[in-house]
């Protein structure tokens, strides 16, 4: 909602803006300019980019769209999952939770919090560390190198939408500037015709320059920040879990464990401790 509201800030200003100088609308309207720009990116982008990440930055660009799903609400279940995990692991040893890692879906302990299991990545980030620990054969030391190895392969898959965003965007200009060049050349080949006429030719190249700018750093280039931001709060989450984890194989209680896990979170979304112990309380009533 905000990438549409900012636009709709960025065209009230500039072409209010024009518009409320004396200039004439119209004269922007230029949709043999826009083929050329947006021809041209496009190919470039298809040229300077791999399969794999032409279609991660086509499956990426809906959720610029949306909200923020790492809400605090979102942790506290995630948290709350974790400690509901703890604790039956101290109560009832490691085998017990065989059955909810091998079938996340299924379980009981999982089914209570529908926002983490919608979230396919973590659970099977969860999942693998807890079935490792349930084997017994790594101490913690291994399995935290393991898991700072798997989040950075996360996140550098991650980036990969925002780079080629942000090579996008980079490009923009320049084909702006290729376009006017073209608009250019045919205002010299056409100096024969009345004065009139050639400013009109001369004002188009022009726009050629002000879209390919207007494009890049107003509509193209924010996207890119906009992903890394939400690839950063998704990467958050794994290390909290990380965190949890980590301090339960250390050998700290499940409400402390739980607690390593809240400390690593944004100050935006990070609970309370008095809210975290309230939401964990509910959910035993459930």
Known sequence: MLVIIGYIVVCASVFGGFALSGGHLASLFQPLELLMIGGAAVGAFLVGNNGKSIKA?????????????????????????????????????????????????????????????????????????????????????????????EIETHHHEGAVPAHCIAKLGDGLPAFGIVAAVMGVVHTMESVGIPPAELGILIAKALVGTFLGILLAYAFVTPLSSLLEQKLEESTKMFQCVKVTLLASLNGYAPALAVEFGRKVLFSTERPTFGELEDHIKKSKTK
């Open 57 to 149: 930055t086509i499956q990426a660009l809906p959720s610029v769209l949306k909200g923020s799903r790492h809400t605090k609400e979102l942790y506290m279940e995630m948290m709350s999952l974790l400690f509901d995990i703890l604790s039956k692991v101290r109560k009832e040893g490691l085998m017990s939770i065989e059955g909810d890692i091998d079938k996340p879906e299924d379980s009981p302990l999982f089914s209570k919090y529908p926002g983490v299991l919608a979230d396919h990545h973590i659970v099977e980030f969860m999942t693998d560390y807890l079935r490792l620990m349930v084997s017994g054969n790594m101490d913690a030391f291994q399995i935290e190198n393991l898991m700072d190895n």
